[in-house]
Structures are given as C-alpha cells and as structure tokens.
C-alpha cells in the first residue's frame, strides 16, 4: 500500500458527460501528479500541482483540469467525455524525486 | 525530443534464475531514473531509483545500472520468484526541480514456474 488513495475504483459513464476523480496524497508530500495509462499510449503525464499550485502540465486536454486543494487532496475533472478518454487514471504523490502511485480509476466511456 | 524506450516488449524467466530488464533514454539531461511494477489492476509500485551522478545502485534482490555513455539503464531481478511477474517500467526525469517523469512503454515480466 503505496499511502496514496484514489476514489472512485471504477467509472462508467456516457459521452459527453463529465466526472470528477479524486486523489488524497501520502501525509506529508506536498506534491500531486496526474497520469493516463491507456493500452496504446503507455503512461502519460498531465498534470502536477505542489502546495496548491500548477507546477508542470504535461498532455493534458483542454477538456481537462485540475486542482489541489488546501488540505492536499487533489481532483481531476473531466468534462465532454470521449469514447478515447477510456482509460486508467492515476495519481502520485511525492515529497522527493520518487513518486508513490495510488491504485488507480479506471474509466468507462460508453 | 524526450523518449523513454525499452528494448523487449516481454520476458519470460525461469524461477530461480536471474532477469535483466533493459530501457532505452534519448535525453542526455535526465538526471534521474526510476523503475516501477506494475501488477494486473494495481498502480506502479516504486522498486529503485538512481541519479546521473552513479552508475549502479543496490536493493534488495534488485539492481540497477545505468550507463549515461550509451543512455542505458537496465534492471537486474535475482532468483526470481513468482510475485514477481509483472510489468516492469523505466522513467525518467529530464531537469533538476521538473519533477516530470516519462515512462517508456513497460517490459511484461513473466516468471515460469
């Protein structure tokens, strides 16, 4: 159990929709990041926050955004789902160079 | 640009023996490198880490290499057991104070009994 947590553990929803996951780090690592594992694309990195702040966006759609709130967990939302936004979301945390990943959202888009 | 590549999408491995899991990084500016596991429907899970200043690292029952001249870095398993079938991925970190990572695409680990 890496510290980090992730709810929900699974999502089905319809195109056009929008959801919102979320992700409370390990106690004490101030910083969030936001990944999309999906078969064809491998790990991708979206987004990083760190005290409450944007530090480093990666490949993140528009239609996508997040935040990190005053207590360090952190959201993802995602809004005008796509039948392609299927996928594994993953958050990690850190305080060092290392990050400890949570179990993970699998999204549904049907 | 940056990429992170590994050179066998699969390995299968006796039990018992040794694995070496290979990975492939163009950028000459990453500083560090990390590898994870990642088991069916789990998240990675951190195994070991190295700096651009070392050129191996130990852990338990795992070691790391890493040879900047080639932009190498392999993972080396010994006597290997069944948990460890999994898949397996290098990343990277391309500057100092980016915490950004790249993975390469991740070498499935299969342990025969």
């Known amino acids: 159990d890496s510290g980090v947590t992730q709810t929900p553990k699974h999502l089905i929803t319809a195109t056009g929709q929008r959801v919102t996951l979320r992700c409370s780090p390990r106690?004490?690592?101030?910083?969030v990041y936001w990944y999309q594992q999906s078969l064809d694309q491998g790990l991708q990195f979206l987004i990083q926050?760190?005290?409450?702040?944007?530090?480093a966006k990666g490949n993140i759609l528009e239609r996508f955004s997040a935040q990190q709130f005053p207590d360090l967990h952190s959201e993802l939302n995602l809004s005008s789902l796509e039948l392609g936004d299927s996928a594994l979301y993953f958050c990690a945390s850190s305080l060092g160079p290392e990050q400890f990943f949570g179990p993970g959202t699998r999204l549904t888009v049907l | 640009g940056e990429s992170v590549g590994l050179h066998l999408p699969t390995l299968s491995v006796q039990e018992g023996d040794n694995s070496i899991i290979n990975c492939a990084y163009s950028n000459s500016a990453s500083d560090y490198f990390i590898w994870y596991k990642q088991e069916s429907g789990k998240g990675p899970q951190f195994i070991i880490d190295i700096r651009s200043n070392m050129d191996k690292r130990q852990g338990q029952r795992v070691t790391v290499l890493l040879n900047k001249t080639v932009k190498h870095l392999s993972l080396q398993i010994a006597a290997t057991q069944p948990g460890d079938s999994a898949v397996y991925f290098c990343a990277e970190r391309s500057n100092f104070g980016n915490e950004k990572l790249t993975f390469g695409t991740g070498t499935r680990l299969t342990i025969i009994p």
């Open positions: 106690s004490g690592d101030l910083s």
């Open positions: 926050y760190y005290n409450g702040e944007e530090r």
